[in-house]
């Protein structure tokens, strides 16, 4: 168990910047979850705290050693690959115990180690077995498997579950949480899949690529409560949460703001452009009191447990989330009411977030 | 279409294979035929299609002199060119699969090139440079300087081969505490493994069939089968049974080693390309 901590670190391929002053102090013991698109440097970064990848400057430790110049084999981290790079030509006890077998201990240490960590993950039946005999699952649960038996100060998980159907992918995830209560490890897990990062994180990084954003990678670190409910800025607020965040332009009014027909006081200095965002689930439908707007029902998709309305207003489509007792005909005119405490402020032209006061 | 014309579409293929392997079998049946026939049916005309075979001709050509001598040297030559060229072609290929390397590309060309010219090119230098460092008519030196081709070769496909082992085996492996040569010996050889044997049968058909540089750099002590075969070409005459009886037993390690290692010859030829 050991806390990482990451500062100033910037990473480039040859002339091309990945990750740029990214800093980052991960709690010992704690589960964090890397997300965000394709390009924004989460599995780099991930690479780099494992010694597989050079910063060009920055600091990385582990527990309380720099481990910069340290080689991958000597952090005490284990990773976990996206393909599972398990080795073809081994039986599963041999892929497990590579790493035990290289640094020479004892035959009957291995045994034991092996045969335990088999037991966690259930694969004590496979023992003998090549990877190429396994499902996708079982490989899965082998790498898994090599990592445990390490029991390394720090598991790395570089998008460990992508390759997975859904159904495995669900149980892998809170077997995932499991292992974590159990081994109480510090994790730190790379993802694009926000339904991942939302439920295993203790905290969530979520990562933006340089191209977006100009200036530095790390758009927000957070509790996944944090992250979903006060999104710093409008990258998080768009990539995290399924369907989106509803956002809207609003401009400046008397003290607050206005969007549609709809007035909000707001304290402070108002910026000229602000977005106004809306979680589909706080969209109220024919409820409510206060000012309110009206959407045409463009269409709905029926989810089973709830269902999503579209809705053409004036601001543009929005998207509400109801539970699947309502029911409107399409075309039916419904009056949209956003509750102030809601919605989601940010400055259109930084994309930070801001408070409103009502 | 009529049933008639189905069976000619299909006819066709057939018909192509048979001729194909026809004309290449040839000249090996024929020289089979000549083995076995007495020196009266060799050459009769018409030929003589059904004769009694005779086995006298293989005893002849193994004792002739330096037959077998020859033929323990290129097998000799073709283990230590085999062994030369993967020691060195092995860690060759794993790092010019680098991204990182410098010069990589330029070694590339430069290993093609000298695989690309023609044998006899290096002779006339190397004629001296191995007279002069005792090398001449030695089975070392010949499996030296048939490295200016296998070596190449075993390069370009062994890379071939290692390109299609995902890199996180290597990353996953150095995690665990593995150097470079224990992921080369313990990952990337077996899982390379059929691609290799492929190299290796490769390599042994090339050097066991090489006549121009054995003619140039070898005297008597390192003769190879080859030379053998053609030293059956007397001052005033030719023992054509002999030489034919010679021709099938250089014939034979080759045929045997390309059928049992059929299999592996293909599959690592087509190694990678179902993933």
């Known amino acids: ?358 | 279409m009529s049933a008639s014309a189905s069976f000619r579409r299909k006819l066709w293929p057939y018909a192509v294979a048979v001729v194909a392997v026809a004309v290449s079998v040839f000249p090996i049946f024929w020289i089979l035929t000549i083995a076995l026939k007495t020196r009266v049916d060799a050459f009769a005309m018409p030929p003589v299609w059904f004769f009694s075979p005779v086995w006298e001709n293989f005893g002849k050509a193994w004792s002739a002199t330096g037959f077998s001598g020859a033929f323990f040297n290129s097998l000799i030559v073709c283990a230590l060119g085999n062994i030369l060229a993967l020691a060195a072609g092995i860690p060759a290929a794993y790092y010019l699969n680098k991204r990182h390397v410098p010069g990589r590309r330029t070694i590339l060309i430069w290993l093609l090139i000298s695989y690309m010219l023609p044998e006899f090119l290096f002779i006339v230098p190397m004629y001296v440079l191995f007279q002069s460092i005792g090398l001449y008519d030695t089975v070392i030196g010949l499996a030296l300087i048939y490295q200016v081709f296998t070596l190449p070769f075993t390069i370009w496909l062994l890379r071939a081969f290692f390109a299609d082992i995902p890199e996180a085996l290597a990353e996953a492996a150095r995690l665990e505490g593995a150097g470079t040569w224990r992921i080369v010996w313990t990952i990337y050889v077996p899982i390379a493994a059929p691609g290799i044997a492929a190299t290796v049968i490769l390599n042994s058909i090339k050097m066991w069939n090489e006549l121009t540089i054995a003619l140039a750099l070898t005297f008597d002590k390192a003769q190879t089968v080859t030379l053998a075969v053609a030293g059956f070409r007397g001052y005033a005459s030719i023992d054509w049974g002999a030489m034919s009886a010679a021709s099938i037993i250089i014939i034979l390690p080759m045929a045997l080693f390309a059928i049992l290692a059929q299999r592996r010859i293909v599959q690592g030829l087509s190694l990678g390309a179902v993933k």
């Open chain 1, 1 to 358: 168990m050991s806390a990482v901590s990451l500062q100033g670190i910037d990473i480039s391929y040859g002339s091309v910047d990945v990750v740029r002053n990214l800093d980052l102090d991960i709690k010992s013991g704690e589960f964090v979850v890397f997300v965000g698109p394709s390009g924004c440097g989460k599995s780099t970064t991930l690479r780099l705290i494992a010694g597989l990848e050079e910063g060009r400057s920055g600091r990385v430790s582990i527990g309380d050693k720099v481990v910069n110049d340290v080689d991958p084999a000597k952090r005490d981290v284990a990773m976990v690959f996206q393909n599972y790079a398990l080795f073809p030509h081994m039986s599963v006890a041999d892929n497990i115990s590579f790493g035990m077998r290289l640094r020479g201990e004892p035959k009957e240490k291995i045994r034991a180690n092996v045969a335990d960590v088999a037991r966690m993950v259930g694969l004590s039946d496979h023992l003998h077995k090549r990877p190429g005999a396994l499902s996708g699952g079982q490989r899965q649960r082998v790498a898994l498997a090599r990592a445990i038996v390490r029991k390394p100060a720090v598991f790395l998980f570089d998008e460990p579950l992508s390759n997975l159907d859904a159904e495995f992918r669900a149980a892998m995830r809170s077997e995932l949480s499991r292992l974590h209560r159990e081994l109480g490890s510090t994790m730190i897990y790379v993802t694009h899949d926000q339904v991942e990062a939302m439920t295993m994180g203790d905290r969530i990084a979520v990562l933006a690529p340089l191209a977006q954003t100009g200036h530095s990678n790390l758009m927000q670190f957070g509790t996944p409560e944090e992250v979903y409910h006060r999104p710093a800025n409008l990258f998080v607020a768009k990539f995290i949460g399924s369907p989106p965040m509803n956002l809207f332009d609003g401009r400046a009014d008397e003290g607050g703001i206005r969007f549609g027909e709809i007035r909000l006081p707001m304290e402070g200095q108002v910026p000229a452009a602000i977005t106004v965002g809306v979680r589909p689930e706080h969209v109220l439908l024919n409820t409510g009191e206060g000012p309110f707007m009206t959407g045409t029902v463009e269409g709905t998709e029926n989810l089973g447990h709830e269902k999503l309305w579209f809705f053409a207003t004036e601001i543009g489509r929005i998207v509400a989330r109801t539970p699947d007792t309502g029911n409107f005909r399409l075309g039916e005119a419904v009056n949209l009411r956003f509750p102030a405490e809601r919605l989601h402020l940010f400055d259109a032209a930084t994309g930070g977030r801001r408070e409103a006061r009502t």
